[in-house]
């Protein structure tokens, strides 16, 4: 007769394990949880290649800070909340970049192929819809990054991630009237943007 499988370690239990030192644990925990941090980094920063390294250093400090994890809150709400910081304090940066080089350059220059702008050959671009498709997604793009870092974190962990109120209220580290209003503030910026684009 086949022996059962084990029961799946739980994230609390892998965590304390990573606590200890234990790589493997921390292996476990990535193999589990990368695609979606990797998932959330990717529309909180726009960018999969930043998604990638936010993904690295948010693990790096699951590493670092998994002896301060309290298990009143669940591991995924821990998780999103660094993921979510860790974005955060990437856009920040990218905030003060931009406005260091708006100052160093007035140049306007025209997007990539790949981000929406034309195609270096005009017959490869694509049929129609597909433009119309990636005009709209860029409208999107345009409307969210219009939104303040905590506005486009409420918005991606809702309707995105599937988050709730409190369990973003919780990753964000506010109150759910708190989410309730980072929402509708954003509701009306992003339908603003987009009637306006």
């Known amino acids: 007769m086949p022996a059962d499988d084990p029961e799946p370690v739980s994230d609390e239990a892998l965590l304390e394990r990573v606590a200890r030192g234990d790589h493997a644990a921390l292996r476990t925990l990535v193999e ?7 998932r959330l980094a990717a529309r909180l920063l726009g960018s999969a290649a930043d ?4 993904a690295q250093d948010v693990f790096v400090a699951v590493f670092r800070n998994a002896g301060s994890f309290e298990p009143v809150a669940k591991f995924s709400t821990w998780l999103h909340r660094v993921t979510v910081n860790r974005c955060l304090t990437e856009l920040e940066s990218r905030r003060v970049r931009r406005r260091a080089l708006a100052d160093l350059t007035a140049s306007d220059r025209a997007l990539p192929a790949a981000r929406g702008g034309p195609a270096a050959d005009p017959a490869s671009d694509p049929a129609d819809r597909q433009i119309e498709r990636r005009e709209r997604i860029r409208r999107l793009e345009r409307a ?3 939104l303040s870092p905590r506005q486009r974190a409420a918005v991606v962990l809702h309707r995105f991630e599937g988050l709730g109120y409190a369990e973003i209220a919780a990753t964000l ?4 009237s708190s989410v309730e209003s980072l929402l509708s503030r954003a509701r009306a ?3 603003d943007r987009l009637r306006g684009s």
Do not use: E
């Open 189 to 191: 910026t992003l339908a």
């Open 32 to 38: 589990r949880h990368g695609p979606r941090v990797r």
């Open 173 to 176: 580290g506010c109150s759910v």
């Open 144 to 146: 969210l990054g219009a």
């Open 51 to 54: 998604a990638q390294d936010a």
